[in-house]
């Protein structure tokens, strides 16, 4: 199988970085090396990897960000494959097999993505969500399903060197979202092999990130990745014809105007999940004129599917009111009903957050005057239906529970998860990050052989 390079870049994470590293060594498939770049770290990290002796080689530098650790990570690589985890996460033990087998067995493709699942950990408490679906992204070309949402995280990732080499570094100007900018550029140029399989689960986590020079607060974190994601889109928006937006049709038109509304639809949706709604609103703009010269009167189902899934936002919502700003002139101008529908229905995905968030504030008279506000902005049905997919979702989503001790497990969270976090409950290290933590584990004998070794 492909030979693998597995890429820690960390930055003040001593008290989960040796969880993430032995989930590495604990994997079926064992890596040819294991490279730690430490981000040039104030608390008590070196202590930790210089416990692991020759199982890892550890790089120190001074700090220059995730992008310009894993950029010197690659320049010291050996492996044919890469693999970038994050110093914060947890790799499920079959991880590495999965995808170096799918690339073994595929050599025409130049990447292999995996599922992941969310957890948390407050001291012995873990609760773990179900993992991640999104078959409704791996509905469109990948580049496409993308563009929609960043569903390929590093740690669920395997590429071939010779990708990355062909591809150029990760940006340095970009502290938050640099991977996601990587993934959308290689799955323009590569193939990637789906992985039906858990690779990885993500750790949720109130720890600040970025770096030194540019620390980005829990707080702040989905701003922060909404601001660089559309640093992003806006430069791609001119390095993408409308083409490549395309969508098949209905099997009846045989017109390029046909076409050309559809692309327009999907690149619309795109760009106003960015927030980026100068750019989206001339795309609704043109499709609604095509719509009204051809007397469009009903979507076609997939369609009709794009916009409702294009245009279901983050639940923040923050843009809102900007975004009808926008679209309204077009919506009340040229639109047909059923466009007006559909578009009202995808914007009312965030009102239950806003809702509840002014009810939070101001109380129940509060809730209900931003109740009121958005029903007349969206249409009452249109608020009334995102309640109802709201509670749908939720009810989906909620997170399985378990204990750490003994006895005290419940199926229903992984056991390699369980297994992979026992005896390391989490300090809060953002609270004081030059404090160790009490019950500092001893990594002075670690439990896995060399990386040659077989797995335990």
Known sequence: MVSVTAIVPTFNRACLVGTALDSILRQTYRPLEII??????????????????????????????KSDAINLALSLSKGDGIWIFDDDDVAHPAALEHMAGALARNPGYGFA??????????????????????????????????????????????????CYEAIGPFRSDLIRSQD???????????????????TFYQRQHEGPRGSAAHPIAYRDL???????????????????????FAVQPQATSTSPDDWRFAALLQRFCIFARKG?????????????????????????????RILRRGLELSEQGEELDGAMTFLRPVLDRFAPARLRREIRQGLARPVP??????????????GLASWRAYAALLGHRAVLRAFAGRLA??????????????????SAVPRELLLALQGSPVPPPWRNAQVPPAGKPDLTSHPHGALGASPP
């Open 276 to 304: 980026l709604w100068f750019l989206a609103s001339a795309d609704l703009t043109e499709a609604a004129e095509i719509a009204a010269t051809r007397g469009v009167t009903q979507l076609d189902p997939r369609l009709a």
């Open 222 to 244: 989905w701003m922060e990745w909404r601001r660089f994601d559309r640093r992003i889109f806006e430069a791609l928006h001119g390095q993408y014809a409308l083409s490549d």
């Open 353 to 366: 957050y806003l809702v509840r968030r002014e009810a939070a504030w101001h109380g129940v008279a509060g």
């Open 113 to 162: 993505y995996g599922r992941y699942a969310r957890f948390r950990q407050q001291g012995n408490q873990v609760s773990c969500c179900q993992p991640e679906d999104f078959s409704d992204c791996r509905e469109h070309p990948l580049p496409i399903g993308l563009m929609y949402r960043c569903f390929i995280h590093q740690p669920g990732l395997l590429v071939r060197r010779s």
């Open 393 to 410: 979702t939720e009810v989906a989503r909620q997170p399985t529970t378990s204990r750490q001790g003994p006895g005290e497990s419940r």
């Open 36 to 65: 730690v770049i430490d981000d040039g770290s104030t608390d008590f990290t070196p202590s930790v990897l210089a416990g692991y002796g020759d199982r890892i080689r550890h790089v120190r530098k001074e700090n220059g960000g």
């Open 180 to 198: 996601y900018d990587m993934i959308l550029r290689l799955s323009r140029r590569f193939a990637g092999q789906f992985v039906d399989a858990i």
